[in-house]
């Protein structure tokens, strides 16, 4: 038993030092420091380009969106003008009040939950809410309060748009550069972000459709090999 357990061992170390070997090597290959840009009037105007691109006044007027992620285990019905979020997963769902969570109201297995249990669930909706949301309108929130723009200019001679946020959301201090179309039109981003050690690693904003409250929204992106689906995407009043 015991030469089993240390040939276990052995094997979990071998498999932990090759994943970290592996980890440094794309780290090294992949990882670029965050880019300065200049502030200012003109990123604010190209930061404007973009959400006239992507109809912002449609979005400002609209009352609801529904969507899913993660492979449609999130599923979001959002009626953003009265700041209320139905999260669903699994057998849960959330009630989420965006402006009051402890107003919110938990369900799982068909009934309701109270306690602490009740203030993780609402923690973890708001998590997935921000996280998930973002990925559907975050080129809508280029000038939320604590934001800061920037211009880059990329190799190829094209100004790109690099967005921080210093407050809000769940992790503050991301950092995201929107490359643009000649309209204005995001057609990817780079990322510094807290939840991934890799700065700058690209996800494509792919398939752009017009809602039926006139909005400009995306569909789907590229992530590396990995392909996020928003599934049935609505917007509408």
């Known amino acids: 038993m015991k030469r089993i357990l240390k040939s276990l061992l052995k094997i979990v170390l071998v498999l932990f030092a090759f994943m970290l070997a592996l980890f440094g090597v794309l780290y090294t290959i992949y990882n670029e420091p965050l880019p300065t840009g200049a502030s200012g009037r003109k990123a604010d105007a190209l930061a404007q380009k973009m959400l006239a691109a992507i109809h912002y006044e449609d979005y400002r007027k609209t009352c609801y969106f529904e969507w899913s992620y993660a492979a449609g285990t999130h599923h979001y019905f959002w009626d953003k003008q009265k700041g209320k979020v139905h999260v669903n997963w699994s057998d849960n769902t959330v009630f989420l009040n965006l402006n009051d969570p402890k107003k919110s109201k938990v369900i799982e297995n068909e009934k309701e939950v109270i306690g602490k249990s009740k203030k993780e669930f609402i923690e973890k909706a708001v998590s997935y809410f921000n996280n998930d949301s973002f990925w559907l309108v975050g080129p809508f ?97």
């Open 141 to 237: 929130k280029v000038f939320d309060k604590g934001t800061r723009r920037s211009i880059v200019k990329l190799d190829d001679g094209t100004d790109a748009l690099l967005v921080k946020y210093t407050s809000g959301g769940t992790t503050p201090g991301d950092s995201y550069l929107w490359k643009l179309s000649e309209t204005g039109l995001p057609e990817s981003f780079r990322m510094w972000v807290d939840i991934i050690p890799i700065g700058g690693l690209e996800a494509t904003w792919d398939n752009w459709q017009v809602m039926e409250s006139g909005v400009f929204l995306p569909t789907s992106h590229k992530f590396g090999p990995v392909h996020l689906d928003l599934g049935e995407v609505r917007a509408y009043n």
